[in-house]
């Protein structure tokens, strides 16, 4: 068999740069499980105790830490070559990076001989979700905690890149959110809710379809079967009334922009499925597999309620593990994910919805890092001030929508207690922010 890839040169770099240097030893995110060669663990392990107790850090200290464990005898002279054969600390965190990558690249070979193992085996295939997940979490992080010192400078790196009024994650489309979020960002779960029939699969879609003008993605339609949503998006994107598209009722000043219009969406970077049948498990693997592919940035997923996963208990009990699911999905890929839900029968009415109204409240709203929720708003009809929108003399008070921010979690800005308001574009799948309310 060969032999499991690790590099002795890196290892004792790391520890005997220890022994001349040991305050860089908060800067490593090492554990001792990352030395291929037990000595050099054993020897990282000392040195942590020692630093944990705020202790000197030398031959003699080491050598009496590791035989106080009962390993100095075994250890034979292996801690006096180390300090022999490393000279200086200078280049410690280069030589701490390389433990690290082999460190995860045996796990990797790990984890990939227990799937084999597992897929030899007649058991249920939830069986390898455990060694799928930590494969998918090898390349995304790294295993265990770290001092927060390296936290705080890889954030403060990251500010210091920025511009004033720089966006930070992926756009809206809609100004009052976009201000408030400054984006949608990577490892985010953003849930829509609202009642049927609101156009929560039309805002989903309009916003999809600008996230991919910004990076490649998967819209995963399980509700809408693929040329009813096609329509939508052609509709939406060469502004051709949707009813006039299904039966082919194409005028000829529109054809060159239907045209040009098919090529743009053509080469968008976009995958797309109407398969009716995922579970989080199928989902994850053809999400990780579109990442290492394609690169993909996000994922448009319609509805969180169509997700197939066995799951034992009541319906929001199973929402909830679901929801946590999707979750680790978008964290663990470190993908936006857009999630459609469903509401309880209780909230198609009420005027101010709240998370309770939410289908599978609970466990399952709490893990969304955004909740938004697309709501029928209309005027006063008895006056005429609040009429929003005419065209040809009609009121379309039937065409405006209210969007409400049920909950966010990070930043300090929020949309209006009363939510904003959304205008559809008539005959049109698509809808913007009516501004100057």
Known sequence: ?????????????????????????????????????????????????????????????????????????????????????VPSSLHIRTYAKTVKDKAIRRMAIKQAEEIVKLA???????????????MTSLSTKSAGAEHWSNALQRTLSIIETRDKGDRIGLPFGIPSVDQTTNGARPGTMILLAGPPGVGKTVLGTQISMLWAIHGPGVIYSCEMEEEAMMTRIISAG????????????????????????????????VHFSDSESWTTHELRADLTKLKYQYGIKWFYFDYLQLLEDSVKGEEHEQIGVIAKRMRKICRGLGLTGLVISSVIKSGFDVKRPTLADLRGSGQALHEGDIVYWLHKWEANKDNDDDVLFQRD???????????????????????????????FAPGVPKMGELLNE
């Open 238 to 269: 060469s502004n051709i009334p949707e009813d006039r598209l299904e039966i082919g009722d194409i005028y000829s000043k529109e054809v060159p922009v239907l045209q040009q219009k098919m090529e743009e969406m053509k080469s968008a970077p």
């Open 120 to 134: 030899y085996k007649e058991e249920d295939l939830l069986d390898l979700s455990g060694p799928i997940d930590m």
């Open 1 to 85: 068999m060969k032999e499991r890839p690790y590099s002795r040169d890196a290892e004792e770099g790391v520890v005997g740069g220890l022994l001349i240097n040991p305050a860089e030893y908060q800067s490593l995110s090492l554990i001792p499980d990352d030395f291929y060669l037990e000595m050099n663990g054993w020897i990282y392990k000392a040195i942590g105790s020692l630093v944990d107790q705020n202790l000197d850090v030398d031959y003699i200290t080491v050598s009496e830490e590791l035989d106080s464990q009962g390993r100095l005898q075994e250890m034979g002279s292996h801690l006096t070559k180390v300090m022999n054969n």
């Open 393 to 423: 003399n009609k009121r379309y008070l039937h065409l405006m929508r209210r969007l409400y921010e049920l909950k966010k979690r990070k930043g300090s800005k929020h949309l209006p207690t009363g939510g904003v308001t959304l205008r």
